[in-house]
């Protein structure tokens, strides 16, 4: 180690070059947090070559590498998944530029983003080109949106035009039963994992459990196939297609599932492997608007266009701020209070969270939101490795991709970060952006497939993107 730090000092060892992979990589001296639940362990060495993880060691290793990373005092995690991201190129029907989206994906450690529900082809072209390197960007999974076909038959016909377009998997939300159960007969023919919203329709999570889809996005149908009544008691004016009554009584479904009908409803996704995909985070301005249009990085990272589609306007999706009251907060409170319970208890049976954030909606920027999820998974009792684990080994069992991603373990995909600082202290020293004073910005190193991206550098070209755009 001296020998090392002498050939550092001396600039004798490389240093790796943003957005480069080198053919050998050694990252030194770190302590190391496999992602699987288990302890930290270290000082650790990591060897990457050719971006995979060869071996992880302590102690000199048998050559020094092409470059090095001194991670002396240092924390590598694995690179985090988001299960449910949105590669949006637009916001409101106005353009952004997608690389805003990319990079700060990166900058926030997640080197995985399951895509559910973009332009397909250019998430498709985006998922090619990042695995050959050519753009900076996590790797992607493609998993776009079914539609609503009119009968089983379109369903089928367009489960099969999809899987003919190699993507990863779908999304279904706003289904009929019949094209429900059709799309998903079809997509398990044709091994394509499903992602299911669930929103209020004639289909609930019984549906899904019976179905065997792979993740239930958000949480709606679950409380609603546990309601005593079976139907929420919604007033005569409700109206679905209006986003502000959508939301306001979103809030006061949870008060009214019955706990041992809920209990069944859980029951029944742990035992057809039906894993849940919370996204805690795109809710929370519900309980607190205040906080939510008040973070401390979108003076310098929130990109205009991104900030005029969460102004209040019902003709956005989740821009629904109109006449919301201490009422309609004070009823949010409590359900999330009843709905980080029932994931808590979710796991405690047996469950598979994962962890995915749906920013770009309800004031949550991409890659702050995820960030926030570990905070929110805190707050609702899990312990900080356990929370790490819904963050990479659960979302890689998710995506059939176990033996590959999601661990920092030799003969696993090269996707690690390096953070200045002991997260499973304190979560913040993740953020790319100091959220408060006396907390040291995190992440330095995202690294994704074994190409190297250095954190401060990916910020300083997204404030350069938002810069630009804000310009008159």
Not at 197 to 220: L, S
Request: charged letters at 20%.
């Amino acid at each position: 180690m001296r020998y090392f730090v002498f050939l550092l000092a001396a600039g004798l060892v490389a240093q790796p070059q943003h957005g480069v992979r080198p053919a050998r990589m050694i990252v030194k001296g770190a302590m190391v947090v496999e992602g699987t639940g288990t302890p930290a362990q270290g000082p650790l060495d990591i060897t990457i070559e050719n971006g995979v993880i060869t071996q992880i060691a302590r102690g000199s290793q048998s050559r020094p590498g092409d470059v090095e990373i001194d991670a002396r005092g240092k924390y590598v995690l694995p690179g985090f998944i988001n299960m449910h991201g949105h590669l949006h190129q637009e916001r409101g029907g106005v353009p952004m530029d997608p690389n805003y989206v990319l990079k700060l994906w990166l900058a926030c450690g997640i080197t995985t983003v399951r895509d559910v529900g973009s332009n397909l082809q250019f998430t498709l072209d985006t998922k090619a080109k990042s695995a050959r390197g050519e753009v900076v960007a996590p790797r992607l999974f493609a998993y776009p949106v079914l539609g609503r076909p009119g009968t089983p038959e379109a369903a089928v016909n367009r489960v099969k035009e999809l899987k003919s377009r190699g993507v990863d998997g779908m999304k279904i939300v706003g289904a009929w039963r019949n094209t429900f159960d059709a799309a998903a007969q079809e997509a398990s023919a044709a091994r394509l994992p499903i992602a299911i919203h669930i929103g209020v329709e004639e289909t609930t999570a019984a549906d899904a459990i019976r179905n065997k889809v792979a993740t239930i996005e958000h949480w709606y149908g679950i409380p609603d196939a546990a309601l005593a009544a079976g139907v929420q008691n919604f007033p005569s004016t409700y109206n679905y297609m209006n986003e502000a009554d959508r939301f306001r009584y979103a809030g006061r479904l949870w008060r009214e599932a019955d706990p041992k009908k809920l209990a069944a409803v859980l029951d029944g996704m742990i035992a057809n492997n039906v894993a849940w995909d919370p996204t805690l985070e795109i809710y929370e301005a519900s309980r607190d608007l205040q906080r939510a249009q008040n973070q401390p990085w979108f003076k310098d990272y929130l990109h205009p266009v991104l900030a005029a589609f969460f102004e209040p306007n019902l003709a956005n999706h989740g821009s629904y701020f109109i006449n919301w009251s201490s009422t309609d907060e004070t009823y949010w409170k409590e359900n999330f209070r009843l709905w980080l319970a029932a994931v808590r208890d979710f796991e405690a049976r047996g469950g598979t969270i994962t962890m995915g954030e749906d920013a770009g909606y309800i004031y949550q920027m991409y890659g702050f939101g995820m960030l926030r999820n570990f905070e929110l998974h805190q707050e609702a009792g899990f312990h900080p490795l356990r929370i790490i684990k819904h963050a990479t080994v659960n979302g890689a069992k998710v995506l059939g991709a176990e033996g590959t991603l999601g661990r920092v373990r030799a003969g696993w995909a090269a996707d690690l970060l390096i953070v200045n600082g002991n997260p499973l202290e304190d979560f913040k020293v993740l953020y790319p952006v100091t959220p408060n004073a006396g907390t040291k910005t995190g992440i330095e190193w995202t690294i994704k497939a074994g190409f190297p991206y250095h954190v401060p550098r990916l910020m300083t070209e997204v404030k350069s993107l938002v810069d630009q755009a804000r310009k008159p």
